[in-house]
Structures are given as C-alpha cells and as structure tokens.
C-alpha cells in the first residue's frame, strides 16, 4: 500500500514557517542568488598535466618489479620512463 502524502493545514503550514523564521541558522537566498548559483563540482580537481590512457605491453618481469614497490607503482613507473627520457636525448 502506498502512503498517503499529508499536506499541512494552513495553521501547520503557518507554525512551520514561523519556526523556519526564528532558527538564526536559516537562510533564504534571494532570487538573484539563486539564478547566479552554479552546481557544486565533485570528484578530483581537473590536472594541469594530464595523462594519456594507453594500452601498453610489458614483460612480466619489469611488471613484477614496479607492482612489489607497492601502491602507487604506475607512477613510479612513469617516473622512471621520464627519467630514462631525460638521460636519453634523442
């Protein structure tokens, strides 16, 4: 069975709306505020220097090295990629 929704009586309605009034921590934004607000973004902030998702093959030795390092070891890998780059000008 589905509940029945209960609208307030026009003196509920007003006792509601006379509590709203007198809690300091109420605050109604006025129409301008309102059309000038914008929804909240979630999640990670976007990076400055993203990455590429790629699909790569490794031997399974250099896979076993970096994954014994511990979490975060595709950044270590990547690191040591960078590295390997600035050491080796082309």
């Known amino acids: 069975m ?3 929704l209960e609208i307030p009586t026009p003196e509920e309605d007003a006792m ?3 509590g709203i009034a007198s809690d300091p921590d109420t ?3 006025s ?3 309102i059309l ?4 909240v973004r979630r999640g990670r902030p976007l990076s400055t220097n993203r ?9 399974s030795e250099v896979v076993a090295y970096f994954r014994a390092t511990g979490p975060g070891w595709q950044s270590r890998m990547d690191d ?4 390997w780059i600035a050491t080796h000008p082309s």
């Open 2 to 4: 589905k509940p029945q």
């Open 16 to 18: 509601i709306a006379a």
């Open 27 to 29: 605050y109604e934004p």
């Open 31 to 33: 129409d301008m505020e």
């Open 36 to 39: 000038s607000m914008r929804p």
């Open 51 to 59: 990455k590429v998702s790629l699909s790569v093959r490794y031997s």
């Open 80 to 83: 040591a990629l960078k590295n």
